[in-house]
């Protein structure tokens, strides 16, 4: 019986990890542009999707990441209020075992149950402003709170933080995320939508609205 080498076993474990990545970037490449066609189609024109597509992406990324940790980084802070501690970012930075954190009361899933649009819209906003000052600089690249009066009035954003939410795709990061990772998950979004309008307009899909 002949023995190979074990080294001769490493490009090919290497070569099907890689195949694994890019099939599971593709399904969630995939989930994603499925929840903007199902949600937004009535709302926006298929060129600004990727207004609220990509903050919304980075968004549950980070809650997932957090949602372990979350009641930590609320006990933290009501703690260091209580204590009166102005400079409160390291502390809560360590709580949450990220370099950022949300302080707000929510989870992403807490908001899904919200019936009243303005009940929710309130919510949502709380929310965001939880995130700790580096998320809300994500927040403010994208412009993100400029459409959740849209969302709101089309009575959407409900809808899309279910669809969000869905737990047969795994949206949150394996390994820790650091601050670069924040703005990196944008232009990975990005070179999606990409993909996404290349692929439907070589299958002569419909021109986007005017």
Excluded at 33 to 54: E, H, M, S, T
Excluded at 199 to 207: C, L, N, V
Aim: charged share 25%.
């Amino acid at each position: 019986m002949v023995i190979l080498p074990v080294s001769l076993f490493g490009p090919m474990i290497a070569k099907k990890a890689r195949t694994r990545d890019r099939v599971s970037d593709l399904n969630i490449s995939n989930f994603i542009w499925n929840i903007a066609d199902d949600v937004l189609r009535d709302v926006y024109v298929r060129g600004k999707y990727r207004d609220v597509i990509l903050p919304m992406t980075v968004i549950r990324r980070l809650d997932a990441v957090l949602e372990p940790t979350k009641n930590a980084v609320l006990a933290m802070k009501a703690q260091l209020d209580k204590a009166g501690v102005a400079n409160q970012h390291a502390a809560l930075c360590q709580a949450s075992g990220e370099a950022f954190y949300n302080t707000s009361q929510f989870r992403l899933r807490d908001l899904a149950s919200r019936a009243r649009r303005q009940q929710l819209k309130s919510d949502f906003e709380a929310y965001l402003d939880g995130f700790s000052p580096n998320v809300q600089e994500v927040l403010d690249k994208f412009k993100f709170r400029n459409q959740i009066p849209t969302l709101i009035e089309a009575d959407t954003l409900g809808f899309l933080i279910e669809k969000f939410l869905d737990p047969s795709v795994n949206l949150s990061p394996m390994r820790p995320i650091k601050r670069s990772m924040l703005y990196s998950s944008a232009s990975i979004d990005a070179t999606h939508v990409k993909a996404h309008r290349s692929a439907a307009g070589a299958k002569g899909g419909t021109s986007p609205r005017r």
